[in-house]
């Protein structure tokens, strides 16, 4: 090995035969490590940690710098089960580099600069991305407490970050991740019925972020000063495609919205299949209020009972968890507009259409000015005990309304069933008082105290 003046260069695979002691390592710059990481990782030959591990930087503290990277993100990073990204719930770089900072300083260990912190991240963890469309990270309460007790300046001590990182883990993998493998399954039964005989149909709904949906909008460089408000809502119909209902001030956000873009979707839907209904309808909302609410649940009862579809499975997913296929539909559209102005709503909704011309999908865009008060007509029958079931721990997560022969028991010709998650098994991580405390982590924060409790299905449907 030529290790004198000269600079000994390997690039592709070659680089992984090399020995990992650091002080062999030639003092690789960063485009050197860009175009070695590139070259390995994109085309998906090595895994990515084994190409970091090479690709170490020869300073120490840069070495120590990717370790803290690594850690940090696999801690705390939520890796999806369906894409190559890690999403990092972080605003800016600069908030994560404070924290790197601050571990170091409290580890008396020296710390690379900023922008050696910005080029590590960006060369060897280029799928660690801040999440894109969270405006606010952490919606999710106990993602909330994880990352507050973890950016504390009193808990940088490493047992208790451990402690952190496990509490993360537990949620990621006892909670959400497995929630959202449920949702994956109910697309995919829709995605993957034969053309022709469909007979299932699964789509979710819901809001786009108000500040992208001004118009006009002038680009990115300047603003309008008092531009009109459209409110987006969209529903991604699973294998099919993408409705986007805009309101501008007449209608309002609510439930009765929701229900007459999915009431919209089923008419559409009927269109498409020979004036038929789908017999299962699978409904996935977030935990907005203007989905999760007691008139959606009726409405939905009494499709099933007035016999327009068998069964509907309605299912809320993990408030902050849900930046699934919508999420990725609203960085379709914004992504597509947000550099160019769009002066006018007709530009707006060319621009929408636009945005999805390479993806095969079916993209409508559809302005209602006018809509029926689905409450008004719900409220007179309303049984006002229900007004809990979308509050704290009595939330239900999921839904089951299915036909059944009129009986005393069910005279509208519907059982409804409803169970606290997806899955079977669910470990909630709760905040309580702190005499309460019992779990390490608990008596260590003394205020942020979390109690993971497994919460089981509550009423023996196995086919819920
Ligand atoms: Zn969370």
Redesign the pocket.
């Known amino acids: 090995m030529q290790r004198d003046g000269k600079k000994e260069k390997l690039l592709g695979t070659e680089v992984l035969a090399r020995p990992t002691l650091d002080k062999e390592l030639p003092n690789y710059s960063f485009n050197e490590m860009r175009q070695i990481f590139d070259e390995n990782v994109l085309d998906g030959k090595v895994d990515h940690q084994i190409i970091r591990s090479a690709l170490r930087p020869c300073s120490e503290v840069k070495s120590m710098c990717v370790t803290w990277l690594e850690k940090h993100f696999e801690a705390t990073g939520d890796i999806s089960p369906h894409s190559e990204f890690v999403k990092v719930d972080v605003n800016f770089k600069k908030t994560l580099f404070e924290e790197y900072k601050a571990h170091c300083l409290g580890n008396k260990q020296k710390h690379v600069g900023y922008n050696s912190f910005c080029e590590l991240w960006c060369v060897l963890f280029p799928y660690c991305v801040s999440r894109p469309w969270c405006n606010v990270p952490g919606k999710?309460?106990?993602?909330y407490e994880i990352q507050k007790g973890r950016s504390d300046p009193r808990y940088r001590d490493l047992y208790t970050q451990t402690m952190f990182n496990k509490l993360h883990a537990i949620?990621r993998g006892g909670?959400?991740n497995i929630e959202r493998a449920k949702y994956k399954e109910r697309a995919l039964e829709a995605i993957s019925q034969t053309k022709g005989k469909e007979t299932t149909m699964s789509l979710i709904i819901d809001g786009m972020d108000q500040s992208h949906c001004h118009v006009p909008y002038l680009g990115n460089a300047s603003s309008f000063s008092d531009p009109l408000v459209q409110h987006i809502t969209a529903i991604k119909e699973h294998g099919w495609g993408v409705r986007i209902f805009r309101t501008l001030g007449t209608v309002d956000k609510g439930a009765n919205l929701t229900i007459y873009c999915i009431l919209r979707q089923i008419e559409d839907w009927k269109r498409r299949h020979n004036d038929r209904y789908p017999e299962k309808i699978y409904v996935q909302v977030d935990g907005g209020s203007e989905n999760a609410n007691i008139y959606m649940l009726s409405m939905l009862e009494l499709l099933v009972s007035k016999r327009i579809s068998r069964e509907i499975i309605f299912s809320r997913l993990?408030v902050?968890?849900t930046h699934e296929d919508i999420d990725g539909v609203f960085g379709v559209i914004w992504n597509s507009l947000r550099d160019i102005p769009v002066l006018t709503l007709d530009a707006y909704e060319e621009a929408c259409i636009k945005a999805f011309k390479n993806d095969g999908l079916d993209v409508k865009v559809e302005t209602p000015m006018i809509i029926p008060d689905y409450q008004m007509y719900f409220d007179k029958v309303l049984d006002k005990h229900l007004s809990k079931l979308h509050k704290e721990i009595q939330t239900q997560h999921k839904w089951r309304f299915e036909a059944v022969t009129p009986t005393t028991m069910f005279p509208m010709g519907c059982k409804t069933t409803f169970k606290a998650y997806s899955s079977d098994i669910v470990v909630e991580i709760r905040k309580i008082p702190p005499a309460q405390a019992v779990t390490p982590i608990g008596k260590i924060t003394g205020e942020s105290i979390l109690q993971i409790k497994s919460r089981h299905n509550l009423n023996n449907n196995n086919n819920l």
Do not use: E
Request: charged residues 10%.
């Open positions: 999710c309460d106990t993602c949620h909670m959400f993990p902050g968890h």
